[in-house]
């Protein structure tokens, strides 16, 4: 335990290791949810039921998930290990979140 935060928003994160998950879409909906609000950022997600060609009525965040070369426009935030590996840019939300607690939302 070494992120300064994790302490703090342990128990939010608790459920996701003790309940089983049928699909992984289950999972990662719940923890982006847990993340948002977390952040206290407000997000209607939904998922279609089928793959939609015309997006005008929407935003459509599908390009995001492309694999694709990053010029990494994410700011440094401090990291417990910074000082031996350096910045380590593209990790997840909730390394974010363990590391910088309420500034989090301030952030991302």
């Not at 847990?34 to 039921?49: F, G, R, W």
């Not at 590996?85 to 607690?101: C, K, R, Y």
Request: charged share 25%.
């Amino acid at each position: 335990m070494n992120s300064p935060f994790f302490m703090y928003y342990q128990d939010d994160f608790r459920p996701f290791y003790e309940k089983k998950y049928e699909f992984l879409l289950d999972f990662n909906m719940e923890l982006t949810q847990v993340i948002l609000d977390l952040a206290h950022m407000k997000a209607n997600l939904e998922l279609t039921d089928s793959y939609c060609r015309n997006t005008q009525d929407m935003t459509d965040l599908r390009g995001l998930i492309e694999p694709q070369e990053s010029s990494d426009p994410f700011r440094p935030y401090w990291q417990v290990f910074r000082q031996r590996h350096g910045f380590l840019s593209n990790l997840s939300a909730v390394d974010l979140l363990f590391n910088m607690g309420p500034e989090f939302g301030t952030i991302i």
